[in-house]
């Protein structure tokens, strides 16, 4: 099937001697967005291998024929790292459990597979992942590779509990780290960026699986500050915060394990479909009269949770679905940690640079005329003496880490007009505090000199490994370029490094972004024009079955009219509504 690909005659040559008898399911018609839709990039190829064998057929054609390769699971991350005009490795069809070990509580699991479908699968073993962070619709890979964590002082982040991983690297070999076994390796592809090759194979450590009680109440923010070294993030197993920075409130969700009956929430009117389009709206509305936002804060979460503080709402479930909120609506997101104890002061002077207070925030930039938007979530996670870790750990050694993310929503698609100054503001703050930029998230105001010196030997580390199983930059993009590589003097070019050319605003929002490997072969013309002048899927070539265009394992049931997604996993479905929406946020 891959005979019918319009390529260079090459491209057919060196197929037809890379391991013939095994297949090379690719399309060219396949256009990958972010789930957020803020970038978007044509592949040159969109590749859905079901096999290891499949896996390393790829990697070695794409190094034959001087190819960049890219590894992406549900485009969870609103930034541009998984953008390309290359060769695109959807891991979707590679999401087989391997092996269960009921007595260790460890699960070895294909890369491919999503959180959701692994936590699925682990109930009928008695197992679930130990933490979550507010989704688990990312391939476990994904999640890992980007130090994604949850919020408890009892846990870090998720590559915490990965005990061996298997890598395809550069030269087509699939090669196993752990602790013991290449210990470097293991370090550096723990929090990998996609960028020292294909992650095959994890063994992930589980814990028994569980039900939690959690309770959520709104309180003064004097006094979430006045228990922040007391009890606020120990007296549960699981504690998360919403800061209302116009309000000074915030929301504090606590949750712990139960073995009492499930219980829903108590009901409420605004909660559901009634409260999605209405903030929905009002975010929209305030494009246009930003200065409305103070009142969407106090009117929005008022509603929910009572004008009122100390309303208390609370509800017992399976841990592998109450840990989980709704993200709502396309967004970006800012998150960087700092260590614990500067988590009063930073957040005291974000909330008084919002409140036109530049003086007392030390914040060098002005106020005027800027709103934006709630809540900034607030959560926590300790490494402390957890070892290996990983290079990229965005976690602190010696103190529990604090991780704020400013949120903005594109209402209906539109760019929030607060994001520059904001974001900049933001990253300034975090910065203060030696800050760690979420790496899947979208920063923008970090280099590799800032990162060399939050980083320090960890980062030249990281480097060294880097190179050394992917010489000629076959997993480098202009993302890596730009945020972690050092300078072009100092680190030139690699061979098969892809450049970014252009980007350009999209209709209906987003960008486009065009690589240097976008079909340079034949003259370029415009990437993104397909037949018909649609969004593709991933039909055609030789994949059997079709995915929705955005690359996604879960389907969106109706029009949304009441905020829900329904993730289907073989017979099983699993609801997230605009009710639990509100309920937990």
Known sequence: ?????????????????????VPFRASQTHIHHTWARTFHSRPELYIRPRTLSEIQKVVTLARRMRRRVVT?????????LTCTSAWMVNLDDFKEILHVDKARKTMTVQAGIRMHSLNFQAKEHGLTMPNLGSIDVQ?????????????????????????????????GQAVRCSAEESPDLFRAALVSLGALGIIVE????????????????????????????????????????WWLPYMRRAVVWRANKTSKPHRKPAYNWYGGSVGYHTYHVLLWASQYVPRILPWVEWFVFGMQYGFT????????????????????????????????HHGPEALTRLTDWLHGDETSSGLPFSTKNLYVHSPIEVRVANTVGREPRPFLDTSFRTEPSLYLNATLYRPYGQDPVCRQRYYEAFEHLMK????????????????????????????????RVRNDVDPEGMFLGAWHRRTILPGRAEFPVLPLEEKEVVRRDRRGGGVDWIGEQARWWDGGGDVFETRGG??????????????????ESFDVTGDGEDGEKRVKEGSESFVITGESVFGKM
Not at 438 to 448: I, L, P, R, T, Y
Not at 534 to 551: D, N, P, R
Request: aromatic share 8%; with cysteine.
């Open 1 to 21: 099937m891959a005979h019918s690909l319009t390529m260079p005659p090459r491209f057919q040559i060196e197929l037809d001697r890379t391991d013939p008898d």
């Open 72 to 80: 992406v699971g549900c485009g969870h991350s609103p930034s541009d």
């Open 139 to 171: 391939s476990l890979a994904g999640a890992i590779g980007t130090a994604t964590h949850g919020s408890s002082m009892s846990h870090g982040l998720l590559s915490d509990r990965v005990h061996s991983l298997r890598i395809v690297l550069a030269n």
């Open 202 to 241: 994890i063994e992930f450590q589980m814990v028994e699986a569980s039900d939690i009680e959690w309770t959520q109440i709104i309180r003064p923010i004097e006094d979430v500050l006045a228990a922040w070294n007391t009890d606020l993030w120990t007296s549960h197993e699981f504690v998360r915060v």
């Open 309 to 340: 503080p100390g309303t208390v709402i609370s509800a017992v479930g399976e841990q592998r679905t109450e840990l989980l909120m709704n993200c709502l609506y396309s967004q970006f997101v800012n998150e960087w940690s700092i260590p614990l």
């Open 432 to 463: 203060s505090y030696n800050g760690r930029p979420h790496w899947a998230k979208n920063f923008e105001h970090v280099d590799h000199a800032y990162l060399s010196s939050a980083y320090g030997d960890d980062l030249t580390s990281y480097h």
């Open 534 to 551: 649609e969004v593709s899927s991933s039909e055609g070539a030789s994949v059997a079955e079709s995915q929705s265009e955005s690359g």
